[in-house]
């Protein structure tokens, strides 16, 4: 919170945050809002938890500081219920602590003088907020709004916030501009087979699978570096924990450079993410690491990966996918199960460039001359991976036309097809690079988590369109 400007609203003066490090409030009137997350006594005197965005504090309600009916609507509150609260901030009175034992920090409270329920919660609620139980993941998300109240996962959608943020403030200090690509289209970037159809007026259009195409056409409108976050569509069959049908894409486009440019910035990107989040973030992840070890899991570190990133050609990986027993050939995909095979070598993050030209879209640029093992063509497409999921693709682009539309005759396609596409570069392009990385799944990384959905706020998947 140190960098917020903290301005008060129609319904609280502080949040509970400030109250919680609220040594300079001590003695001060306050009115704080949050949700009733536990309640204690009954009588002449309670207690509560409260909990906001920002942090957790004590309230402490006493018959005869406040009217008795409303001391009488706080102890008949559910849990989760909304709840405003006037008081002054004392000092907690210390627990008693054992001879020898540390003396914990200073807590602060509110000492109710007014309290309003602002919003009941109904009972039973559908998963309990401040439960370690595990609860499985269809019912966490079909009561999303619920789980979210849940620390760790408050935590990983406030990681990242920061991630975004980092990623951002990083690529602008490299000279890009943030743009936004329109997400009805007309035809397919990225091949035609995963598009969702819609009906724009009386023509036939899609959700865009990639903003592939604008951020090209932004480039060739001299926007010399651009940016973009904003959902991709994919109407793909795969129901796995790294595939869904929307999901975010950060995307860059950079004029006269290649794919060993955009690579540099891709690396530089993450290591200053991890960077600012590790000198910046760590108290996100003690609530992470809470209910990791409640669930009897390894807790998760943030180690600043160093940079550059191995670089693993296709060449070497099949090389070394053979060398390690898997079962791959040269032109073959490299799947996650060959990528365990190669994170055993490479932990972390590696680059798997030059990939056969036949493998990547038609808009990649070719390798000039120099030929793979087996004197195919190789290109300047390449992946990034964390273990065996692949975190990013990217590329240097075919700028020339008439390569563009002999790339496309070499795939059996019809360039008229893609005028579209093409069009744009008739009037002089200049040579370009870039790539689209998925935000999910780098959180997945950082975070730890093991499904995309666990930092995704509402998934769209194959059985799921809700909440
Ligand atoms: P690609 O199709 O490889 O490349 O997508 C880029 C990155 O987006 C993420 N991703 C997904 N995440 C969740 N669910 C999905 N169904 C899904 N599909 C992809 C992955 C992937 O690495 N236009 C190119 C990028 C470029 O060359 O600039 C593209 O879209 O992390």
């Not at 990939?355 to 300047?380: A, C, D």
Request: proline fraction near 6%.
């Amino acid at each position: 919170m140190s960098d917020v400007t903290w301005h008060p609203t129609a319904y609280r003066t502080h949040n509970l945050g400030q109250i919680s490090e609220g040594a300079d409030l001590v003695g001060k009137e306050v009115t704080v809002c949050g949700f009733a997350e536990a309640l204690r006594g009954k009588g002449k005197i309670c207690f509560v938890d409260l909990r906001d965005g920002t942090g957790r504090a004590q309230v402490f309600l006493k018959q005869g500081n406040l009217s008795d009916e409303e001391l009488e609507s706080i102890q008949n509150a559910s849990r989760e219920s909304t709840l405003q609260i006037t008081g002054v901030v004392a000092l907690k009175r210390p627990p008693k602590v054992a001879d020898g034992e540390p003396t914990p920090p200073p807590a602060y409270e509110v000492v109710a003088s007014s309290a309003q329920v602002l919003a009941g919660a109904q009972t039973p609620l559908p998963l309990g907020v401040t439960d370690t139980v595990h609860i499985d993941l269809n019912t966490r998300l079909n009561n999303r709004y619920l789980d979210l109240r849940r620390s760790h996962v408050n935590a990983m959608f406030q990681l990242r916030s920061r991630v975004l943020q980092y990623g951002r403030e990083f690529l602008i200090s490299e000279g890009f501009g943030e743009i936004n690509s329109p997400k009805i289209i007309a035809a397919a970037a990225e091949g035609g087979t995963n598009l969702f159809p819609m009906q724009y007026f009386d023509t036939p259009a899609y959700l865009s699978q990639s903003p592939q195409l604008y951020k090209q056409l932004s480039i060739l409108g001299g926007l010399d570096r651009v940016f973009e976050v904003g959902p991709a569509f994919r109407a793909e069959e795969h129901d796995t924990y790294r595939h869904l049908n929307e999901f975010i894409s950060f995307d860059i486009e950079m004029a006269w450079a290649d794919d060993e440019d955009v690579m540099g910035v891709l690396e530089r990107m993450i290591n200053h993410v991890w960077a600012k989040i590790s000198k910046q973030e760590m108290h996100l992840f003690e609530p992470i690491n809470e209910f990791r070890s409640s669930q009897g899991k390894e807790p998760v570190e943030v180690v600043i990966p160093s940079i550059p990133f191995p670089r693993v050609s296709y060449d070497d990986a099949i090389a070394l996918i053979q060398k390690k027993g898997g079962d791959i050939n040269w032109g073959d995909d490299i799947s996650a199960a060959h990528c365990d095979l190669i994170a055993d070598e490479y932990p972390g993050f590696y680059f798997l460039p030059r990939w056969p030209m036949e493998m990547k879209p038609f808009y990649i640029h070719h390798v000039k001359g120099e030929n793979g093992t087996t004197g195919e063509q190789l290109s300047r497409g390449f992946d990034l991976n964390y273990g065996r999921d692949e975190m990013t693709s990217g590329g240097q682009r075919e700028h020339r036309w008439e390569i563009l539309e002999q790339n496309l005759r070499d795939m059996e396609l019809d360039p008229a097809d893609f005028d579209f596409y093409i069009d744009g570069f008739r009037y002089g392009a200049p040579p370009h690079a870039g790539w689209g990385l998925g935000v999910a799944r780098l959180l997945m990384v950082l975070c730890g988590a093991s499904n995309v959905r666990e930092i995704v706020l509402f998934p769209r998947d194959r059985s799921r369109v809700t909440p």
